[in-house]
């Protein structure tokens, strides 16, 4: 077995729902769009406009500059969404947005198996949390590489019933 300073970067890719897919699809397609709509624009500015005009000027770099962020931001999410596991760290990758939790701050990872989440806490309390958003079938490899990287972090996991039972007492 090897030892946890020898492992390599594990990665796992974020899980998309259907609809959050479906709203990223829609952001790029607007964003299409606005660029067809804006060199359209353009196009009758620069055959019948007033060329000396820098608000015209400035509005085009203005709508190609906003819808050109727009595109990256949504690409980079879709592409580069994943949580990074390295010897130190558990890194969470939304796009072009990073957050880093040490892991020897994290206390413990518990697997809802009725409502099928991951929960990565930060404190005994279970206040300080993130719920890792990954394939089913991927919870027992993250859940191992994220203990063999720090013993001291505790699994638990709780059945459907269990859950139900938390439902019905707190109701």
């Known amino acids: 077995m090897k030892d946890s300073k020898d492992r390599g970067d594990a990665r796992f890719p974020f899980r998309f729902s259907p609809l959050m897919?479906?709203?990223c699809i829609a952001g790029l397609?607007?964003?299409?769009?606005?660029?067809?709509?804006t060199s359209?624009?353009?196009?009758?500015?620069?055959?019948?406009g007033d060329l000396g005009s820098v608000y015209?000027?400035?509005?085009?770099?203005?709508?190609?500059?906003?819808?050109?962020?727009?595109?990256?931001?949504?690409?980079?999410?879709?592409?580069?969404?994943?949580?990074?596991?390295t010897d130190t760290h558990l890194i969470v990758q939304f796009g072009l947005i990073r957050q880093k939790y040490e892991l020897k701050k994290i206390f413990s990872v518990h697997l809802f198996e009725g409502t099928g989440k991951l929960a990565v806490y930060f404190?005994?309390?279970?206040?300080?949390?993130?719920?890792i958003v990954i394939k089913k079938e991927q919870y027992d490899e993250f859940i191992r590489e994220l203990t063999a990287r720090n013993e001291r972090i505790a699994?638990?996991?709780s059945t459907?019933?269990?859950?139900?039972?938390?439902?019905k007492?707190?109701?």
């Open 21 to 23: 897919l479906a709203l």
């Open 29 to 37: 397609v607007l964003c299409a769009a606005c660029i067809g709509f």
């Open 40 to 48: 359209w624009q353009l196009a009758d500015f620069l055959r019948t």
């Open 56 to 85: 015209s000027w400035l509005k085009f770099a203005l709508l190609y500059l906003v819808s050109v962020t727009m595109a990256v931001l949504v690409i980079a999410m879709l592409i580069r969404s994943q949580y990074l596991l």
């Open 123 to 131: 404190d005994d309390f279970k206040t300080d949390y993130t719920v």
């Open 155 to 157: 699994f638990t996991f």
């Open 160 to 167: 459907p019933e269990e859950e139900d039972e938390v439902k």
């Open 169 to 171: 007492r707190r109701k």
